[in-house]
Every structure is written in structure tokens, then in C-alpha cells.
């Protein structure tokens, strides 16, 4: 089992100031580099204060002269808003500053709010369809002299400029969940990364059983299978009681961003009252307890032991949670110290 850390800048205030915001993000980052994690993913979303990430490139480039040996992921770049000469063209540039630690992860996108904003119209399934039409293209791209006519792109033959510094260029993570998703990334030989947020252990079997389905069906060699999800290490009882009501908090306000119902203004989703929070039952505290990778040290060791027994190859720490940064960095090095080291 291998380590990452999944991260982004997030206002939980207007009043928090950008520069400490990214300074935040970044000492976490800096902190999972010092800790021997594999990799730091951080990925993409526009006109939103509760993630605020407009390119990922741009935070992995920094970090790559912050950090010293950690890879560094799109966690992931929304592929409908991309053209694939520009993506395969970012990436192999963020690949030649990085010195050759770019992975690159892909999804269709998930907020009809930033939909309804960059790509009118376009839904799901179309954002999905785009995503399969542009992705085998960018190691065609880098590959050079690659000509497509497609449905969505259309282009002479064109050489990414530059190319990466990786010889086969960065390696490509699909962001899936049903078994056409899973079966598109495995038979294109890309990795696969799963994100069951808050359904627990029986959408953890379920992911995993859909990409060993896909695998099966396919000759070619076995990809890694990463498994991201939100965790906490507590130092004791209290403090993970602590953690359950700010995911609590995080997850109705995720929701809320998701039904894209309520009212924004200056990024910001109109508050929900105590009533609301309490009142949803997609997200109690009850079933987060029992369903995110939270608890004290060996309670989450326990958790991840389960994960790799199902053949999980990653386990991506999913910091984000509306914590105040001294709890998100006491929890990572509780993961760092005493969660790792059981696994080495």
C-alpha cells in the first residue's frame, strides 16, 4: 500500500486572507514530502470559494521547488474544459519544470455549477463522452504527429510542444465509477482512481469488484487501482468526535454545492442553518463515523488494512474538511508517524 495526500485551498471565511490560503495548502504539501508519501494530488474547479483550484498546474509547478522528491497529480483536471493539444501541451510543460513528476488525473467533472458557467448545456454524459473522445489522445499527442476527427475534436496531425520529460509521459488516472468508466480506463492502460465519499465500505467492495471486472476483461497488464477518501487520525475519542462534526459540517455543504440549488454570491454558497445540517439524513454524523476512514491511530490502520486486503494499491488522504490548518497538520502527522509505518 503507497500513500498520498489529496489537498486543495479553501476559504471558509471571506475574511481568510488568499496568500495564507496558499501557504496552508502548500505546508501540507511540503509536510507529505517530508513524511515519504508517493504523491500530492490537488486538482481543478472555477468559482468556487469551498475548493479553490483554476489550474492545478500552476500549484504543481510551485511545489515541485518546495518539495523535493514527492510526484506531483492533477487530482483531477475536468477533461470538458480542455482541448488536447492545450492539455497534452500544459502537461508536458508542467512535466519538463517538475523534473519529470507529473501524473496526470482526469474526470468528466462532477458540479453542474461550474457546467452551467464553461460549458452551457453540456451534461453528464456528455461531459463523459468527452472525457473517453479527448484522453487516448494525449499520449498520441506526445507520442507526435497525431491527426484525429472525432465528434468533439477535430485536428491536422500536431506533436505536443513540448513533450514531457517522462519517456512514455505522465502516467494517466481515470477518475471512475460504473463498470463502462472502470472498463474505458483499464482497456486503455490507464490507472484508476475511486472516490466512494461517503457510502462506506460496501461502495469500497463495489468499486473494486467493477475494476477487477474490467481487468479481467482485459489482456493487457493489470493498472493500480488508487482509493481516495477522507480521513482522520485522532489523538484520542474526543478529538475524532471533534473531526465527525466539522466533516459533518463539510459534507451538507458539498451536498449543496452538488444539487446546485442555493444561492451563490462571491463564490460562496448561502449558509445552511443548524436545522439543515442536522436535518439531512444523506449525511449524519452517525454514517460518516462509520463510513470515512476516521478514528485514532489504529482504528484507521485497521481501515486501511481492509482496503489493501481487497487489492487497493493507494490509499490518497482527502484533507479537506473545513478543519482549521493546526488540526489538518497534527492529523497528517498522526498518519505520517503512526498510521505509515504499519504499513512498510
Not at 494530488?41 to 500552476?58: C, D, K, Y
Not at 523535493?68 to 510543460?93: M, Y
Not at 513528476?101 to 456528455?126: H, K, Q, T, V
Not at 476512514?293 to 481487497?310: C, F, H, N, P, S
Request: charged residues 25%.
Amino acid at each position: 500500500m503507497e500513500f498520498s495526500l489529496f489537498a486543495h485551498m479553501e476559504r471558509l471565511s471571506p475574511e481568510d486572507p488568499a496568500d495564507q490560503l496558499y501557504e496552508d495548502f502548500a505546508g501540507l504539501c511540503e509536510m507529505a514530502d517530508q513524511g515519504g508519501m508517493r504523491a500530492v494530488w490537488t486538482g481543478e474547479h472555477h468559482g468556487m470559494e469551498f475548493t479553490i483550484a483554476p489550474n492545478p498546474f500552476l500549484s504543481l509547478v510551485d511545489l515541485s521547488h518546495r518539495t523535493k522528491q514527492i510526484r506531483l497529480g492533477t487530482g483531477t483536471v475536468i477533461a470538458p474544459f480542455w482541448h488536447p493539444i492545450k492539455l497534452a501541451g500544459e502537461a508536458a510543460a508542467a512535466d519538463q519544470i517538475t523534473g519529470g513528476r507529473i501524473e496526470l488525473g482526469i474526470a468528466r467533472g462532477a458540479y453542474s455549477y461550474e457546467y452551467e458557467r464553461l460549458m452551457p448545456g453540456m451534461d453528464a454524459w456528455d461531459a463523459g463522452q468527452r472525457m473517453r473522445e479527448l484522453t487516448p489522445l494525449l499520449p498520441q499527442l506526445w507520442q507526435g504527429d497525431c491527426a484525429h476527427d472525432g465528434q468533439y475534436f477535430q485536428f491536422p496531425a500536431t506533436t505536443s510542444a513540448p513533450k514531457p520529460r517522462q519517456p512514455e509521459g505522465p502516467p494517466i488516472w481515470i477518475a471512475a465509477r460504473d463498470p463502462n468508466s472502470h472498463e474505458f480506463g483499464v482497456h486503455n492502460g490507464f490507472n484508476i482512481q475511486v472516490t466512494p465519499l461517503w457510502q462506506g465500505m460496501e461502495e469500497i467492495e463495489t468499486l473494486m469488484d467493477r475494476f477487477n471486472a474490467a481487468c479481467d476483461s482485459h489482456d493487457g497488464k493489470r493498472p493500480k487501482i488508487m482509493l481516495l477518501h477522507h480521513c482522520y487520525v485522532g489523538q484520542d475519542s474526543a478529538d475524532v468526535d471533534h473531526a465527525i462534526t466539522d466533516l459533518h459540517r463539510y459534507y451538507n455543504y458539498f451536498g449543496a454545492w452538488f444539487q446546485n440549488k442555493r444561492p451563490v454570491s462571491q463564490g460562496h454558497i448561502a449558509a445552511l442553518s443548524a436545522d439543515e445540517i442536522a436535518g439531512n439524513p444523506m449525511f449524519t454524523a452517525e454514517k460518516l463515523r462509520q463510513d470515512l476512514t476516521v478514528g485514532t491511530a489504529q482504528e484507521v490502520i485497521d481501515r486501511i488494512k481492509r482496503y489493501e486486503d481487497l487489492g487497493y494499491d493507494e490509499f490518497a488522504f482527502w484533507i479537506d474538511s473545513g478543519m482549521s490548518t493546526d488540526r489538518k497538520r497534527a492529523s497528517l502527522a498522526r498518519f505520517i508517524d503512526d498510521v505509515m509505518p504499519a504499513f512498510t
